[in-house]
């Protein structure tokens, strides 16, 4: 695992040494640079793989590509020695250094024979080429812009494995409205845009070809190229196949010269990578929970401590009472850029507990998206039934749903969920799904915005339309469709960049078997209706691992990573939230409109309503610009408000 970073076009060694120095988290054993003519590279390495002779960038044999990684290639050492057999010669055992040989023999092509997680970068002296790569289903993260440059071709493109290096190369970055808007909107800002105009991500499964002066953008995977018109036989054949394709998954994920841990969170995705860990021996667990006595719905303390007890696992346990106060700015600044899902909180806690004992940890983060495990996948699946009653009808129970439903101010809001599914029942799947998953209130749609961010987005502003994704998923099942959606936005930009960044802060390389292109192909096999089966959140996956994880785990209900936040801000982050929120602050930042801010501020404080993601978005992001505006290095960071 490391942080990458460089520059094509022109070769300013200097400015990717600053670069460098913002990764240092990412890679705190050693760095390396290297530089010619129209091209700098650089990375900072953590040491998994030969940790004694796996230093980057690497080379081919005569000096003609070089490459750099950040990630992990698992068939690493199947490829290296298919290329060995093929004239190869290696300097060392690692598998950044199969990258250039299996560029050199194969090409872009090359990358259909990858199993990993990862983002790099390869130069090519001949061609005169750089190749910038990410992984299919977007582990790894990579960033880029372009810029007028000094080389030959007059164009720099710059890239980085975090958005904040960027920074030192274009110090008059201006902050986005419309990124704001999305924000604010989804918790993040969505893929490929960034905070900054003219900063880009790579798409998962996205290649950024430059070289004589062109930039060309291309697909090389797309998740739907995995969908199979061949299904399983029978169900015990899926399950079958199911469980070995899995383990296969799990072990290959093992692979490292260093130890190696699991996040536990006591559910049934951390419980079936155990399962499969610990056949290949003792494995360490790592297990959060909240010591406060209000806090207790929120452990998954007990189920933790069955699945090691049942395992045999080397398991330690955290029992956190947070300063959440001086907690926040810490995640905030770990995350390079706003982002508001609060399970940012935890992760980064049980990332800071596992790093005193491993460097590798792996999470079962994609379950969800592959086996069908959030609600909103049944509601979906309920909400097809529903159209079917004539639409004056939904139309009707829609208006009465405001005075039918009394919302929750608690966490976890059954009413407020149902009011939403009857409020929007009239509308599209697409559009439905849309307002399950977003965070402005219906009532203030129209009314959140100030004058001036208004006038700064780009055609005025209007409620976000249904995702394209949702529609152009090549499957007639509502179900399929959400979570096809899901593996193409949530996953990448919201979990995945979570689990990436959190973990990276404490130098600890996450590993997430469930997004393996693999195992997504073997579970787009299965039906969409029996990995929901007997309208259970993910009946299949269940039923298919009895005899491996203990039935008291299967026959749990969903937990979720949650933490007490509506809590938080009603007593612990209640004098943080009105300070980051006056109306003083709100107004100089011109944003949202202040009364906005009061009415979410009452609404949650009173308890008739949870406004904790709201409320939570808001201060992050002022805490995020409060950071970004501050001098980072020579020449000093600008930052332009609206």
């Not at 975090?162 to 989804?186: F, G, H, V």
């Not at 004098?575 to 202040?594: C, K």
């Not at 808001?618 to 805490?623: A, D, F, G, Q, R």
């Amino acid at each position: 695992m490391c942080g990458i970073c460089g520059i094509i076009g022109s070769s300013e060694e200097a400015l990717v040494s600053r670069m460098l120095r913002r990764l240092v988290h990412r890679g705190p054993d050693e760095q390396g640079l290297h530089r010619e003519s129209g091209v700098t590279l650089g990375a900072r390495r953590l040491r998994v793989i030969d940790p004694a002779g796996g230093q980057q960038p690497v080379q081919n044999e005569n000096g003609s590509v070089w490459a750099v990684l950040n990630g992990e290639i698992y068939n690493y050492r199947a490829l290296r020695q298919d290329l060995i057999e093929r004239g190869h010669r290696f300097t060392s055992r690692c598998d950044t250094e199969v990258l250039v040989h299996l560029y050199e023999q194969e090409g872009i092509a090359g990358l259909s024979r990858l199993r990993g997680m990862f983002a790099f970068a390869i130069w090519d002296r001949e061609r005169q080429e750089a190749l910038l790569v990410r992984d299919r289903l977007g582990i790894k993260p990579l960033y880029y812009a372009t810029r007028s440059g000094s080389g030959s071709t007059g164009t720099d493109v710059l890239f980085s494995s975090e958005l904040p290096p960027l920074l030192e190369a274009l110090p008059d970055a201006r902050i986005r409205p419309q990124a704001i808007a999305d924000y604010l909107t989804s918790l993040y800002v969505p893929g490929p845009d960034t905070i900054y105009e003219g900063v880009y991500q790579l798409r998962p499964g996205e290649a950024l070809r430059v070289g004589q002066g062109r930039v060309e953008a291309f697909r090389y995977y797309r998740p739907e190229q995995s969908l199979s018109s061949s299904q399983w036989t029978t169900v015990e054949e899926a399950k079958e196949q199911f469980v070995e394709i899995f383990r296969d998954t799990v072990h290959a994920h093992l692979v490292s010269d260093v130890p190696v841990g699991l996040f536990l969170s006591g559910g049934v995705d951390s419980a079936a990578v155990l399962a499969m860990m610990q056949e290949r021996g003792p494995v360490k667990t790592f297990t959060i929970g909240y010591g406060h006595p209000k806090d207790q719905s929120y452990n998954e303390l007990a189920n933790a401590r069955l699945l090691a007890t049942h395992f045999g696992t080397d398991h330690t346990e955290a029992i956190l009472q947070p300063d959440i106060r001086g907690l926040l700015p810490r995640v905030v600044e770990g995350m390079g850029e706003p982002f508001a899902d609060s399970s940012a909180i935890p992760t980064y806690l049980v990332s800071e507990v596992a790093r005193r004992s491993v460097t590798v940890a792996l999470s079962g983060i994609g379950g969800d998206e592959l086996f069908g495990g959030y609600p909103r996948y049944l509601g979906i699946r309920l909400a097809s039934y529903y159209q079917t009653l004539p639409r004056a009808v939904r139309s009707w129970l829609a208006s009465s749903a405001s005075w039918a439903c009394r919302e929750s101010g608690t966490g976890r809001d059954h009413m407020g969920r149902l009011k939403r599914f009857v409020e929007h029942g009239h509308r599209s799947l697409a559009e439905q799904y849309r307002r399950w998953t977003t965070f402005i209130p219906a009532e203030w749609e129209t009314g959140i915005w100030s004058g001036a961010m208004r006038d700064a987005l780009p055609h005025g502003y209007s409620p976000s339309r249904p995702s394209a994704l949702f529609d152009q998923w090549p499957s007639d099942n509502p179900m399929d469709r959400a979570m096809g959606l899901d593996l193409q936005t949530y996953l990448p930009d919201d979990l995945l960049r979570m689990g990436d960044r959190m973990s990276m802060a404490h130098s600890l390389e996450l590993r997430v078997p469930f997004c393996d292109h693999q195992l997504l192909a073997s579970a787009l096999r299965v039906s969409p209706s029996l990995r929901l089966s007997g309208w259970q959140l993910k009946g299949f996956m269940r039923s298919a691992l009895r005899g491996l994880v203990p039935e008291a785990i299967l026959s749990a209900p969903k937990q979720g990573f949650m933490i007490p936040l509506a809590r938080w801000l009603r007593e612990d982050l209640r004098e943080m939230a009105q300070d980051l929120l006056s109306d003083a602050a709100i107004r100089r930042r011109g944003y949202v409109t202040p009364e906005y801010v009061r009415w979410l501020m009452a609404e949650h404080q009173s308890g008739r309503r949870n406004c904790a993601d709201q409320l939570y978005a808001l201060m992050v992001l002022e805490l995020w610009y409060e950071r970004a505006s501050q001098p980072v290095s020579e020449p000093a960071l600008a930052v332009e408000a609206l």
